[in-house]
């Protein structure tokens, strides 16, 4: 499944040459309707990319037609030029749709501080319009990876008739604040915009927003949510923020699962926390430790690193409160020592550290891995 | 020069066979008068080791007597036992020097959640205590290494007849919130214990606390400063604290540039900010980006991800002001492309990086390391 399941959409990726490996690396995801309403979330980076700036107004009046996507190139920190080629990739698009540049989303992802050839990007718009197609979803997902290995794809189809498709790119600057990597939602649901925006910010914040790879926040993330109606379907404004999330869970697990060099995916969950705030804090602090990231790679369930870790959040609790366990085997007790370390097997990929902060009843779970040499090398020997 | 540099204290540094290597292992550091006034600084993380909880109680009247230092061993989450054998060595401590148990300080370091040995260590005190002598320090730096390669000392010398010694140990999980590390400063200058407090915390202020080598705050760091005045002699205040700060400056870099795994030292300057906290939010959050530490690691002048770091606090600046140079090439000029990146030297072991934010006059410096293979090994291959 993914951004042409729903009916209404319609979809390409192809080869501009903005990458050097000769890969895809422009997608389109066009919105046919009848229905045009849309939501989307950037990221909280001050320093917001110019496809950023152009698409947050585009949005503004919850109307979307066409989201344009490239890899190759972040269009980051390129000053007014940078702006000015966002929206002239918006009209190229316009153009060729017959539909308003307004309605047109931007988003890129590569190198910060580069400009993008427009030449190269102008063809292959033009080339993606021709190749648009209702099961153009994979190839479009293929367009817009980086360092991903696998294209990342979820759907769900409701039993009432409306479905729900995404696609979702990003391996490395993973981090929080709001959207964290560029994400296309499509459903041919009957929602207005506001309706779709409210479920859009219930969900991720509840997935993206508690993905958090490497702490580190890019200029340019987006997740766009693109509305058809052509189900003729209104679903509950509940049971379709649960769907939605689900699939944006899927997504986030998937960015995760392929996260620059990573070696383990780690659920860092804190239970019986005051708040659920607390419980994000505490797993986020804990995602965040280089050490205890360190110590999983090799294996070594150094729970004296998780709790120096949460010791340095805001979070109630009473520290003499504090338990760990690791892959089902409770190492701390009491914030003293408990079963034996030697009891954890981290020969897994999958790592679940529960904290539980005895302060309360909120949860929460944060997705992070592992710190590796791989993750190093990638990130030393490759400017991205 | 170091603890036993000024007048008035003997130290000590033996083996007592808590660390495997068979390596020095505790450090006495004794303060013979005639004044005892101290003060200290304590890690802020609310996780605290055992002897962090002892000695802040030790140290609340303004008098110390003795410092006990021990690697191979942290004594943190260890419950109530962990506390009562801070308690026991500190008592061991008094009863050889026929002193109070309440003028001992105590200080550890090593893997959490493992229960001192507390035969050893007794011996130990034993040992370190008839080996005490006015030129121990060297042997009490050597006794507080972890994974150090080389002791840290420093001091200063008045021409007023006062000095100033200081020695440090620290080589991960260095980061700030107060104290960030384990620290011994002694001084033959006669001052009260408000006094020594007020310098002490001014001089922590700008030099510790702003050594941020992998983010990660400790449960052990400690900053302990001991007046024996024995010079006679009453510095100006400000003099005493520009000396002190100067002593903790110089342990702070040899800190950095021990640091685990580093392959560069790295100074991230902030330069025009509005305020001085925000020259140190933004400083922290590029020496905190994994991505930006690798990049330098890899020789790459990614500027791009100094601007995503600043872009993540909130520092006042006008994104599109914002410049950054490397190693004296302004690689970002407004918030874009400034000077080719290829002109940026980073073979070498020192790195420069100014953020010129556009938006008052203060400045403020962070100190941090690049992010390398060696680091990742180090700490997933031990225990720590």
Not at 21 to 29: F, N, T
Not at 135 to 151: H, K, L, Q, R, S
């Amino acid at each position: 499944m993914g951004v042409t399941t729903p009916v209404g959409f319609r979809a390409a990726g192809v080869t501009a040459g903005l990458k050097a490996s000769g890969k895809r690396d422009v997608a389109l995801v066009v919105n046919d309707g009848p229905k045009h309403a849309a939501a989307a979330v950037f990221t909280a980076n001050r320093v917001a990319a110019a496809p950023v700036l152009w698409s947050r107004q585009a949005i503004s009046d919850g109307r979307a037609d066409a989201v344009l996507l490239n890899s190759g190139g972040a269009n980051a920190c390129t000053g007014p030029e940078g702006f000015t080629n966002a929206h002239t990739s918006a009209e190229q698009v316009a153009t060729a749709l017959g539909i308003a540049a307004g309605d047109v989303l931007v988003c890129s992802t590569g190198l910060i501080g580069v400009p993008l050839p427009m030449p190269q990007l102008g063809a292959g718009i033009t080339t993606a319009v021709g190749a648009l197609t209702v099961d153009g979803g994979p190839a479009a997902a293929e367009a817009i990876m980086t360092t991903d290995t696998v294209p990342k794809q979820a759907g769900h189809v409701s039993e009432d008739g409306w479905s729900i498709g995404g696609m979702a790119k990003g391996a490395g600057m993973l981090a929080p604040g709001l959207a964290t990597m560029l994400v296309v939602l499509t459903t041919d649901a009957d929602l207005p915009a506001d309706a779709l925006d409210t479920a859009l910010r219930a969900a991720t914040r509840v997935t993206f927003d508690r993905a958090d790879s490497d702490g580190c926040m890019s200029t340019n993330d987006t997740v766009a949510l693109l509305a058809s109606g052509a189900s003729g379907q209104v679903p509950d404004a509940d049971v379709f923020t649960a769907a939605l999330t689900g699939v944006c869970a899927t997504l986030a697990r998937a960015l995760i699962a392929d996260a620059e060099g990573a070696g383990h995916e780690i659920a860092v969950r804190t239970v019986n926390a005051a708040t659920e705030d607390d419980a994000v804090e505490v797993s986020r602090a804990v995602a965040r430790s280089t050490l205890f990231k360190t110590a999983i790679f090799g294996q070594d369930p150094n729970w004296g690193r998780v709790l120096a870790a949460v010791g340095t959040t805001r979070a109630a609790y009473l520290p003499d409160d504090l338990n760990v366990t690791i892959n089902g085997v409770q190492v701390c007790r009491n914030c003293g020592i408990g079963e034996p370390r030697e009891a954890v097997d981290l020969s897994g990929r999958q790592v679940d550290v529960e904290i539980d902060l005895g302060a309360g009843t909120a949860t929460a779970t944060v997705l992070t891995n592992d710190l590796t040499h791989d993750y190093v090398h990638e990130n030393s020997a490759y400017s991205s």
